[in-house]
């Protein structure tokens, strides 16, 4: 039954992907499908272990992503706790007129049931924001920054509620690991050991699965917590991307696990889709009250519609916390049914929207720049780069060699534009001009305001992805000047020299001509010296 099961996840998965959709529809669909032939979850057991895997390595390469002090900043924090309110408010009034109208599966629900369900409606679904964050390279975008932290903050209060759910209190030896930060240099060192291969995997796996989510787990408290916790604890170390790469093709197939389950949960009947469909109405309610919330907390008006459509959609969160509330009795079986059916939907409903919404937005840009609040987010206003006549993008070793030798020959007019918050302010201790900014992110693009006497663009990024989308963005904001690139591989020169560039720099072509040419003048020094002592 096995290779079956593969075939089936796979051609639904291809089907749906040609269609332009998420492959993780199709997991969806093929979950329901396997229904149809009789597999549920107890018959595979071992699917449901994958999908926590999936789940829980999730949300460590989540904290491996994260920086701590976003959860503290207002529009993540409080965006996240009064939209959960709000959504409460509104979802549990609703629930119980749906009742009152004659809906069987709300009618003899009592208010501590409605609160419970309009709980679970209230979240958001981090792994399809992840997804599309992830497929559109939008990650470290503020928006993307943003959409993280508010789910991040979500699922703290799933988190929250499945660990009292448990009905028990945590081991006294869960003060223990309030002394784990202690441990960090030594986890640190074990990390620097581990290499660039297959131990670096192993150490994510055992830092994940061992020191996470077993150790959480045997001192009373919910693993997921605990995944997410050790990968906050890695997040400062200089390897933690690196980490979080090598294991993306893990948590990939765990989560595929994780989607089938949902599909193997049962099969709905006319009314729970139905009722699931009015649910999934309620979606643009949802993504209109973040945005709401978000431009009053002076974010432009296009971060909160990024954003918010971002987060329009249903949780797998809420799907876990139905899950354990229907295994204690606390709300009928068939709710888990109809959550899954109206997580599914929204996702087919959240899919294309997701890739519209810059449509969206220039469509109605006039109305929504209503919404804003000034002075903006201090991260969120106009990029300036004043009178410049040379940009560097990239302000790594490279970059910053080649601001300083433009500084040194033209004397001003060199702006460095780099992404990472350290390296800017490291550049701007040292006396160098430098703004932040990702160039491979349309969000930066949109910002930043044109310069008029700029000469030269030297892109010195060491993704060749990222320099050729920053010649297309270049190009549609009919700059008209030089560009140079820097490349790593004779073939991306080709790219680059066909989508406009006007001088290529091959670092290793460079390197090692630079290299001959260092060892012939050490040769012609050392003759000399031989020649001087002869004669002497």
């Known amino acids: 039954m096995e290779p079956a099961i593969l075939v089936i996840t796979l051609g639904c998965g291809l089907l749906v992907n040609r269609l332009g959709l998420p492959p993780l529809i199709g997991y969806l669909i093929a979950g329901f ?68 109208v004659g809906l069987s599966q709300l009618t003899d629900l009592s208010i501590e049931q409605l609160s419970l369900l309009a709980f679970a409606l209230g979240f958001s679904s981090t792994v399809f924001a992840v997804k599309v964050l992830e497929d559109k390279g939008d990650m470290q975008s503020l928006y993307g920054r943003v959409a993280i932290g508010i789910l991040i903050m979500q699922d703290i209060f799933a988190v929250a509620f499945l660990t009292i759910s448990k009905g028990e209190i945590p081991s006294i030896w869960a003060l223990g690991l309030l002394l784990l930060p202690l441990a960090k240099p030594l986890i640190y060192r074990a990390l620097d050991k581990a290499g660039h291969g297959e131990l670096l995997v192993l150490f994510g796996l055992v830092m994940a699965l061992v020191v996470g989510a077993w150790l959480f787990e045997a001192v009373g408290l919910k693993p997921d917590l605990g995944a997410l916790i050790v990968g906050l604890l890695l997040a400062g170390h200089a390897k933690s991307s690196e980490l979080a790469k090598s294991l993306f093709y893990f948590k990939e197939l765990f989560l595929v696990a994780f989607f089938l389950t949902i599909g193997l949960n049962g099969l709905p009947s006319l009314e729970d889709v139905a009722l699931a469909m009015i649910l999934v ?94 002075p903006l987010h201090p991260e969120d206003r106009p990029i300036s780069i004043g009178k410049a006549q ?39 201790s040292v006396g160098r001009n430098v703004v932040h900014g990702d160039a491979a992110d349309t969000d930066f693009w949109d910002k930043l305001e044109r310069g008029s006497g700029v000469e030269l663009v030297l892109l010195a990024m060491p993704y060749h992805g990222g320099n050729l989308f920053a010649i297309e963005q270049l190009k549609q904001r009919n700059y008209t000047g030089k ?40 040769l012609e020094y050392f003759k000399s010296c031989d020649g001087a002592t002869e004669k002497t």
């Open 33 to 100: 499908a396997l229904y149809l032939f009789g597999i549920n979850e107890a018959s595979l057991p071992l699917l449901e272990e994958l999908a926590n895997l999936g789940v829980t390595l999730l949300l460590f390469a989540i904290g491996l992503k994260l920086d701590i002090k976003s959860l503290f900043k207002a529009e993540v924090w409080a965006g996240a706790s009064i939209h959960l309110i709000g959504s409460m408010l509104f979802f549990i009034p609703l629930l119980k007129l749906l009742g009152l």
């Open 281 to 374: 109405a309620c979606i643009p309610l949802k993504i209109a009250f973040f945005c709401y919330l978000l431009t009053l907390f002076k974010l432009r008006s296009r971060t909160a519609v990024l954003t918010s459509f971002n987060l329009g959609n249903y949780s797998e969160f809420g799907l876990i916390v139905a899950a354990v509330a229907t295994s204690k009795g606390w709300l009928p079986s068939q709710w888990l049914i109809i959550i899954a059916v109206a997580l599914s939907l929204s996702f087919l409903f959240a899919a294309p929207l997701n890739n519209l919404v810059s449509a969206f937005y220039q469509k109605y840009q006039g109305r929504l720049k209503r919404l804003e609040h000034h």
């Open 390 to 428: 040379f940009l560097v993008f990239g302000m790594g070793r490279i970059g910053s060699g080649a601001y300083d030798e433009l500084q040194a020959i033209y004397g001003g007019g060199v702006v460095g534009i780099e992404h990472k918050t350290e390296l800017v302010d490291y550049h701007k």
């Open 483 to 522: 560009i140079s690139a820097i490349v790593q591989y004779s073939e991306d020169a080709d790219s680059l020299k066909a989508a406009g560039v006007d001088s290529i720099y091959n670092l290793y072509e460079a390197a090692g001509a630079g290299f001959v040419d260092h060892v012939i003048r050490e």
